[in-house]
């Protein structure tokens, strides 16, 4: 974003499935104030932008009617269709500015933002005399945004990459043509993960979990990567981008998003029963949705998943309208990367602990979320029969490194008497 002197003030138009949702305006100071149309506001058909603005939410007609305003970062509904870790680094470096310029970096990467939500930078003779007053318009200027050809954000820590296969070859997607896949280069840090990453996701499915199409895709078949460090593995993970379905946008949100939390906020100030009672309330198919998630929470403790926090569950907007419980993403067995981990990420019912997670514990969660237990207890159990009957020969043929096999079977035989896995003991002393 370019400013002159004086306090000057870009706009950006925020449009969803072709309606205009609003304006954000983005002062030199580093205030951000976002204003809805008054035709979005009384249109009770209107696309939801957020749950927290869907006609059905208790509080929908108070937030919509006042500006949202902030100052150097933006309300956490926008917020968090922001990159961070290294990814927001990267792009923070190339357009020159600090990682906390949330309105900079929104503007540059408007045009692919996770779900639905586009973000246009306009000119200030087309602004609308109640966005601005007259003296911030004659201070206006239009946010210039740098390099068009290929931006894309993806919310989250690793380091990713929105592309679009053709004949078994990724490329980065072009600004415009969207991309559906998501590609996960090897980290860093800990060794192995996308090995990690495709195990887990396909033991969850094996257990009852819905997820994405996944796959694990040799380093030499991605193109146009930026020059990054990357460590000498063989694959990157791929999974296929549920809010993307032949060219057409599908809005999302995460539950950070929905319950107004900073990224940073992701591991606390919320917890799992606030998540069922969400979809149980407000979800298409509130029942099914409570019992996926469920299985899912079960499925994280069994594969020692302790980052299953906020921002890693989601809905989806099929009918533009009404939430849905996304597909899983971001299942990782985490134990083998964080030494002696024995937590969940938020709390379940009474606690974290993975290895007092009970039935018991289950059904004071149900309770606590005003959910059926008779209507949940089926799904775990069926959870188990699952894993139990799978998992072991499964893991056998899955390319998780020997190592992690070891600790994730290690990690089974530790489990509440509820919940217990036979482990196979070719790992044992891997």
Not at 93 to 100: C, R, V, W
Not at 231 to 258: L, S, W
């Amino acid at each position: 974003m370019k400013m002159t002197n004086g306090d000057t003030v870009s706009v950006l138009e925020l449009t969803l499935h072709g309606a205009t949702v609003g304006y954000l305006a983005g002062y030199r100071d580093g205030r951000t104030i976002l204003t809805f149309t008054p035709e979005f506001v009384s249109n009770d058909a209107r696309p939801t932008f957020s749950l927290i603005t869907h006609p059905n939410s208790p509080k929908a007609a108070d937030i919509l009617a006042k500006p949202w305003v902030k100052r150097q970062k933006l309300h956490p509904v926008l917020s968090n269709l922001l990159p961070e870790g290294a990814l927001r680094d990267y792009l923070a470096q190339a357009l020159k500015t600090h990682t906390d310029n949330e309105f900079e970096l929104f503007a540059y990467l408007g045009r692919d933002l996770p779900g639905a939500l586009i973000a246009t930078a306009i000119e200030p003779n087309a602004i609308p005399d109640y966005v601005l007053d007259d003296t911030a318009k004659a201070n206006a200027v239009k946010t210039v945004v740098q390099d068009e050809k290929k931006h894309f954000s993806l919310a989250g820590v690793q380091m990713k990459f929105s592309m679009r296969e053709k004949d078994g070859r990724y490329q980065v997607a072009e600004t415009g043509a969207l991309g559906d896949w998501i590609i996960k280069t090897p980290s860093t840090t800990h060794k192995h993960v996308p090995l990690n990453e495709f195990t887990a996701m396909r033991l969850a499915e094996l257990a009852g979990v819905t997820i994405p199409d996944i796959r694990l895709v040799e380093m030499d078949k991605l193109e146009q990567l930026p020059a990054i460090n990357l460590p000498d593995e063989e694959y990157a993970f791929a999974i296929r981008r549920f809010d993307r379905q032949d060219g057409v946008r599908i809005h999302m949100e995460d539950f950070a998003q929905i319950l107004v939390k900073y990224p940073q906020d992701k591991y606390r100030s919320a917890n799992y029963q606030q998540i069922g009672k969400i979809l149980y309330d407000f979800a298409e198919d509130g029942l099914g949705d409570v019992q996926q998630f469920a299985r899912r929470l079960l499925v994280n403790i069994l594969l020692a998943n302790g980052d299953a926090h906020l921002k890693n569950w989601s809905v989806i907007y099929p009918d533009t309208v009404t939430p849905t419980l996304s597909p899983a993403y971001d299942i990782v067995t985490t134990r083998v990367y964080m030494g002696d981990e024995r937590e969940f990420a938020l709390n379940l019912g009474k606690g974290k602990n993975w290895y007092e997670a009970s039935m018991a514990q289950f059904e004071y969660w149900a309770g606590k979320a005003n959910i059926p237990w008779r209507a949940i207890r089926p799904h775990l159990l069926d959870t188990m029969e699952k894993a139990r009957g799978l998992w072991p020969d499964a893991l056998k043929d899955l390319p998780m490194d020997d190592a992690h096999k070891a600790g994730l079977t290690e990690h089974w035989q530790n489990l509440h008497p509820d919940f217990p896995i036979e482990d196979e003991p070719e790992y044992a002393s891997a």
